[in-house]
């Protein structure tokens, strides 16, 4: 069983967001997921109660017993474990990071996000962890270009050891309307840059986690538009 652990100790960076489209796709590639919330505002859980349906798993996390709930995931045989961890609280972020194969750090281009991402980095790098960028909420490009403010982001995280994911995710109304009815924005609108945006890192995500070629059920591939294209961050530098 993989675990990734979605971590950001500034708040409002959007892991409950990712962490919900990431087990949602995780589900539609047929990996049995279990999805930890460890939140208090409990986003995850409240999503998963309109969502109703079997699979991700969604349950509510405690800080001590993540090694216990991973250790049960692994005798269920599920194939990955997603940890919607808190901010602001180092400690449980140290043990969701502790149990992570991969430790997605989740930034908005933003000032604050960046001058905060350093401790997050020091943290995953301390207990020397895998660690990933990814861009959230991203601005879409303005005449076919990618806005100064992305290029300056990735310059900025490229300073650190981690790899940035080669897709991130723009500012799209369609992940917080799929999130209303308990899915993911490729599974309410699968012909949208939000599901082609979702899809494409869950690719790559996988192709990491499980580097052997795997069947992922793509349900609808949207057409890069100009104005609104797929933030493809090894084309933005």
Same mark, same amino acid.
């Given at each position: 069983?993989?675990?990734?652990?979605?971590?950001?100790?500034?708040?409002?960076?959007?892991?409950?967001?990712?962490?919900?489209?990431?087990?949602?796709?995780?589900?539609?590639?047929? $990996?049995?997921?279990?999805?930890?919330?460890?939140?208090?505002?409990?986003?995850?859980?409240?999503?998963?109660? @309109? &969502?109703?349906?079997?699979?991700?798993?969604?349950?509510?996390?405690?800080?001590?017993?993540? #090694?216990?709930?991973?250790?049960?995931?692994?005798?269920?045989?599920?194939?990955?474990?997603?940890?919607?961890?808190?901010?602001?609280?180092?400690?449980?972020?140290?043990?969701?990071?502790?149990?992570?194969?991969?430790?997605?750090? +989740?930034?908005?281009?933003?000032? #604050?996000?960046?001058?905060? +991402?350093?401790?997050?980095? @020091?943290?995953?790098?301390?207990? &020397?962890?895998?660690?990933? #960028?990814?861009?959230?909420?991203?601005?879409?490009?303005?005449?076919?270009?990618?806005? $100064?403010?992305?290029?300056?982001?990735?310059?900025?995280?490229?300073?650190?050891?981690?790899?940035?994911?080669?897709?991130?995710? &723009?500012? $799209?109304?369609?992940?917080?309307?799929?999130?209303?009815?308990?899915?993911?924005?490729?599974?309410?609108?699968?012909?949208?840059?939000?599901? #082609?945006?979702?899809?494409?890192?869950?690719?790559?995500?996988?192709?990491?986690?499980?580097?052997?070629?795997? +069947?992922?059920?793509? $349900?609808?591939?949207?057409?890069? +538009?100009?104005?609104?294209?797929?933030?493809?961050?090894?084309?933005?530098?």
């Amino acid at each position: 069983m993989k675990t990734i652990a979605v971590m950001s100790l500034k708040g409002g960076a959007g892991k409950s967001t990712l962490s919900v489209h990431l087990a949602a796709a995780a589900t539609a590639a047929r $990996r049995r997921t279990l999805l930890v919330d460890m939140d208090p505002q409990r986003s995850s859980i409240d999503w998963a109660s @309109e &969502r109703g349906a079997q699979w991700p798993v969604v349950v509510e996390g405690r800080s001590g017993a993540l #090694f216990t709930t991973q250790c049960a995931a692994q005798r269920q045989a599920l194939d990955l474990m997603v940890i919607d961890t808190r901010p602001s609280l180092v400690m449980e972020a140290a043990e969701a990071a502790r149990m992570a194969d991969l430790c997605l750090i +989740v930034v908005r281009p933003c000032y #604050f996000d960046l001058k905060a +991402v350093g401790r997050t980095v @020091e943290m995953i790098s301390n207990l &020397r962890r895998e660690g990933m #960028f990814v861009l959230n909420q991203a601005p879409v490009r303005r005449n076919g270009t990618e806005p $100064r403010l992305i290029r300056d982001t990735v310059a900025a995280l490229s300073a650190y050891r981690f790899p940035i994911a080669e897709v991130g995710l &723009r500012h $799209r109304a369609a992940y917080q309307s799929a999130m209303w009815r308990g899915l993911g924005a490729q599974e309410a609108q699968p012909d949208s840059q939000a599901a #082609f945006e979702i899809n494409s890192l869950w690719a790559c995500l996988s192709d990491r986690l499980w580097p052997v070629p795997d +069947v992922r059920p793509y $349900r609808g591939m949207a057409q890069a +538009v100009e104005a609104d294209a797929p933030l493809e961050l090894a084309l933005a530098g």
